[in-house]
C-alpha cells in the first residue's frame, strides 16, 4: 500500500481549505490539508498590524464554527482572526501538514500525482484552496525609481514604524490601498495617494451597517450566474470601506481637507518625478455615486418593506480637487506602498484546466478536469466564496462532487482516520 496516497488531497490550510476538509470529514472521506507555510499564514504575515475584517463578525460562518463572541457586530483585529481560524482547525483535529510546499501537480491515468518539498503524494481527487493572490505586483516602473525609497507591497506592510522618515506614497485606492493610506495618515505620516477607479461603499445607513441591509436584501446570495456582469464579476475591485475602531467609511475627500495629497492614476515615470492622470474628480465622483447607488437600493428596499428606519440625508461631498497636480516630486518621498493587487498563478499544475489567462475553467469550483476542484476563488459562486462568510457552502457543494465521484467508492470507509503523518 503507498502511505503517500489519499483518496483527496486538499492544497491550501487557509480558511477554504479547512472548510473543505470538515466537510469531507462529516461524510468520513480520508483526505489530507497541506499548508506550505503554517495555518492562517497569509492573516498573520500578509497584513497589516492593524488590520480588521472589513465583514461584521456575524458573518464569519465556517462550516460547524459560526462566530461565537461576544461582538457579532463588530469587526475582528488580525489576531482575533487568526485565533478563530487556529480554534476552528482544532475544532474537527483537521488532518493538517504544515510546511509543505506543493512544487507541481501532474494529472496521471489513476489521478493525480503532487511533488511537494516533503516528496510525493499521490490522490484520486485534489482541491486546490490557495485563492488566487499568489505573486505581489509591482509595475515595471518600480526598477526604474531612485535607490533610496524604500518599495514595499501592500502584502509586506506593517506599520508606520517600519518606514524611513519622510512622506510615503501609496499606489491604489481599493481596498488595502485605502486603509493603509489611512493607517499611515493616523500614525501622522505626510501621505500622497494615487486614486484609481475603486468604488466605495458606506459603513453605515439608516441606522444599520450596510452589509446588515444587503444581507437582508439578498445581495449576498446573488450567484456568478444571475450577476449582471456574469463572470466579469470575478475581476471586479472590492469596495473601500473600514471596520477599524468600531467602522466608519473610508472618505478620501475627508482625508484631502486633513492633508493627505490626492492624485489620479499613475501614469509613468521620468526626470525624478511620477507622472498621473488628470481623473482624479472622475475617480472620486465614481466612488461616491456607486456609494449613493447602494444607498438609493437600500431607500428602496426600506419602502418596500415597510420598514420604520431613520432618515438619512444624501451625501455631500467635502472636497473638491481644484487643479489637481499631475505629477508627484520624489525628492520628499521616503517609501512607496504598492497597493496594486497581485498575480494568479496556477501554472504549477499540469493539466488542462485553464482558460488562455490561466484562470480554471470551472463550474462552481468543479473543474473541467475530472477530480480536480477549486475553492475559495473570488465570486466562485456568491459573493461570499472567498470570504468566511460563503466559502462553506461552496465547500459544501465540492464534498458532493467528490462523493460522487466513481474512485470515491473504492476508499469509502465507516470510520473517518486523522493522519497528520
Request: net charge negative.
Amino acid at each position: 500500500m503507498n502511505n503517500n496516497h489519499y483518496p483527496v488531497v486538499i492544497i491550501g490550510g487557509g480558511q477554504a481549505g479547512l472548510a473543505m476538509s470538515w466537510n469531507l470529514a462529516q461524510k468520513n472521506i480520508r483526505h489530507l490539508v497541506l499548508e506550505r507555510h503554517r495555518l492562517a499564514w497569509a492573516w498573520r504575515e500578509q497584513r497589516w498590524d492593524n488590520f480588521c475584517l472589513v465583514t461584521p463578525n456575524w458573518q464569519c460562518k465556517l462550516p460547524g464554527f459560526p462566530y461565537d463572541g461576544d461582538d457579532p457586530h463588530g469587526f475582528m483585529l488580525r489576531d482575533e482572526i487568526v485565533d478563530y481560524v487556529e480554534r476552528y482547525a482544532r475544532s474537527f483535529d483537521a488532518p493538517l501538514r504544515e510546511g509543505v510546499n506543493v512544487l507541481r501537480v501532474v494529472r496521471t491515468d489513476g489521478g493525480f500525482l503532487l511533488h511537494t518539498s516533503a516528496g510525493e503524494f499521490s490522490a484520486d481527487q485534489v482541491v486546490v484552496a490557495v485563492g488566487n493572490y499568489h505573486r505581489p505586483r509591482f509595475p515595471a516602473i518600480a526598477a526604474e525609481l531612485p535607490a533610496h525609497i524604500m518599495q514595499v507591497h501592500s502584502a509586506n506592510y506593517k506599520s508606520a514604524q517600519q518606514l524611513p522618515a519622510g512622506e510615503v506614497l501609496v499606489v491604489g485606492s481599493a481596498q488595502s490601498g485605502a486603509q493603509i493610506a489611512e493607517d499611515l495618515h493616523l500614525a501622522g505620516r505626510r501621505v500622497h495617494l494615487c486614486v484609481g477607479s475603486a468604488p466605495r461603499v458606506a459603513r453605515f445607513y439608516r441606522g444599520r451597517d450596510v452589509v446588515d441591509w444587503l444581507d437582508d436584501m439578498g445581495h449576498y446570495r446573488l450567484t456568478v450566474d444571475d450577476h449582471p456582469l456574469g463572470e466579469d464579476a470575478r475581476r471586479k475591485t472590492n469596495h473601500y470601506v473600514t471596520g477599524r475602531d468600531g467602522g466608519r467609511d473610508i472618505d478620501l475627500r475627508a482625508f484631502a481637507l486633513q492633508g493627505m495629497q490626492l492624485y489620479g492614476r499613475l501614469l509613468g515615470y521620468g526626470d525624478g518625478v511620477l507622472l498621473t492622470a488628470d481623473d482624479l474628480q472622475q475617480n472620486l465622483d465614481g466612488a461616491d455615486a456607486t456609494s449613493q447607488k447602494i444607498k438609493d437600493s437600500i431607500d428602496v428596499w426600506i419602502a418596500e418593506q415597510g420598514i420604520d428606519a431613520p432618515e438619512e440625508a444624501r451625501y455631500q461631498p467635502l472636497w473638491q480637487p481644484e487643479n489637481p497636480a499631475t505629477c508627484i516630486d520624489l525628492t520628499a518621498i521616503s517609501a512607496i506602498i504598492w497597493a496594486v493587487g497581485f498575480h494568479t498563478d496556477f501554472s504549477w499544475i499540469e493539466a488542462p484546466a485553464f482558460n488562455d489567462n490561466g484562470y480554471p475553467l470551472h463550474s462552481r469550483g468543479v473543474s473541467v478536469q475530472p477530480g480536480l476542484y477549486f475553492l475559495g476563488l473570488p465570486w466562485l459562486w456568491t459573493w461570499g466564496s472567498g470570504r468566511f462568510e460563503g466559502v462553506g457552502e461552496d465547500a459544501a457543494w465540492l464534498a458532493e462532487a467528490i462523493a460522487a465521484h466513481p474512485l470515491q467508492a473504492t476508499h469509502a470507509e465507516g470510520v473517518y482516520v486523522h493522519d497528520h503523518r
